[in-house]
């Protein structure tokens, strides 16, 4: 039988109409629901009314976390085998603060078709419905996100060690990389930097903190741009680097 494949679905911060009309798709599209703790109850009960075969397996604190994602690896393979397309729901985005990265990296060893479908975090979800700006032309123009798991240390390890997204920077990446490579960050950081984003006419660049701004230059960005560095675009941009605009 033919292999199946995963949809990493985001099912948004809670209230279920926050859930994406292609996170909806999705699931119509699916066979098999494999949905997490954290999904509202209200979703759960007009998910079952599409008829799937629905399958939880949710994760508490006080579980062991490495046996739980084994099952749930297993469950992925499993049922992809059986060439049925299964639903992976998750709260939030399913690529901010979760196993969604774990899950990813178990799909590409066993080489089964995935899509990353994204849902809004509580990050920005939560905080918007409660009219609070996490940003503001004159009060804060960054967003540090943590772990409330990770040490504090580490959190101010961020320039030189973490992931930093960066939003309309086109015009001061130059600058940005320089001021990273000063401040100790190694110059060969992988950067990626994405135009007009989930967009049709979406392209990206794969590059270094050294190259990144020439590679920017030479490729005439025009469009929205967001970029991206730190060792993750190395580790998870396999397909991304497939797909990604060449301009050496």
């Known amino acids: 039988m033919g292999k199946g494949k995963v949809y990493l679905i985001g099912a948004g911060p809670g209230d279920p109409e926050l859930l994406t009309l292609k996170a909806l798709k999705s699931l119509k599209n699916s066979d098999v629901i494999l949905y997490d703790a954290l999904i509202d109850y209200r979703l759960i009960d007009e998910l079952k009314k599409l008829g799937k075969k629905m399958i939880y397996v949710g994760k508490r604190s006080w579980d062991d976390g490495k046996k739980r994602q084994e099952y749930i690896n297993y469950l992925l393979k499993e049922l992809t085998d059986q060439g049925l397309t299964v639903a992976r729901l998750k709260g939030g985005d399913p690529l901010i603060f979760g196993r969604g990265c774990i899950e990813i990296e178990f799909l590409e060893k ?139």
């Not at 320089?178 to 190694?186: F, S």
């Not at 794969?206 to 970029?227: C, F, M, Q, W, Y």
């Open 110 to 248: 066993e080489n089964i078709p995935y899509e990353v479908i994204p849902g809004v975090s509580s990050i920005n979800g939560v905080t918007s419905s409660c009219a609070i700006p996490l940003t503001h032309p004159e009060l804060s123009s960054s967003v540090l996100i943590v772990s409330g798991r990770a040490d504090v240390v580490k959190w101010c390890k961020t320039p030189l060690e973490g992931t930093i997204v960066v939003l309309m920077g086109k015009d001061t990446i130059d600058e940005i990389a320089r001021e990273l490579i000063k401040l100790g960050r190694d110059k060969k950081t992988p950067v990626a930097a994405i135009e007009n984003g989930t967009l049709p006419n979406q392209r990206i660049l794969i590059g270094t903190l050294s190259d990144i701004g020439e590679k920017i230059k030479r490729a005439n960005v025009k469009g929205p741009l967001l970029i991206v560095i730190g060792e993750v675009v190395e580790k998870f941009c396999k397909r991304v680097i497939a797909n990604a605009v060449r301009t050496e």
